[in-house]
């Protein structure tokens, strides 16, 4: 299976509006910033306004992962492009939330961008790493979403 960016682009976009459905549909006011460059170069899709504070907007980095129901892990992809060392979205992402959409179990997986990232990091031993995704040019570790514990959010829609 060869990963095309057209196709990638589609399944991601799809993530996104599901997102953005969900939020909508609760009276959460957001803004897609997807296609700003500004905070394409960040890694950010949407901003959303905190619960806690309002007129507060938090960022979010939108994924839409198709294998996460089947195998229970999350892909953390520290290189997007492995032939070019680009980073990958979760390393170099600056939202404060990651939103990893499960279409097949009609799930959003929700967690801090810092903690993902410094869970990564500390646990990379015992982490599986993944050199090249098959059909890709990614890398990265495989997280079980058991081991985030408490650190991860799930809200069905």
């Not at 903690?115 to 090249?132: A, H, Q, S, Y």
Request: charged share 30%; net charge positive.
């Amino acid at each position: 299976m060869v990963h095309k960016f057209k196709d990638d682009n589609k399944i991601g976009k799809r993530g996104e509006k599901i997102f953005s459905e969900y939020l909508k549909a609760r009276g959460i006011r957001c803004e897609d910033v997807s296609d700003n460059k500004e905070y394409q170069s960040q890694d950010i899709d949407f901003l959303v306004e905190s619960k806690t504070e309002p007129g507060k907007m938090v960022s979010f980095e939108i994924k839409n992962d198709t294998r996460i129901a089947g195998t229970g892990n999350m892909f953390f992809d520290t290189m997007s492009n492995v032939d070019y060392s680009t980073d990958g979205c979760f390393s170099k992402t600056k939202a404060n939330v990651m939103a990893i959409v499960s279409e097949s179990e009609r799930s959003i997986y929700l967690v801090s961008s810092d903690f993902l990232k410094k869970f990564v990091d500390g646990n990379k031993e015992k982490l599986r790493f993944i050199p090249r995704v098959p059909g890709s040019n990614s890398c990265g570790y495989l997280i079980p979403v058991k081991m985030l514990g408490e650190n991860v959010r799930v809200k069905k829609y």
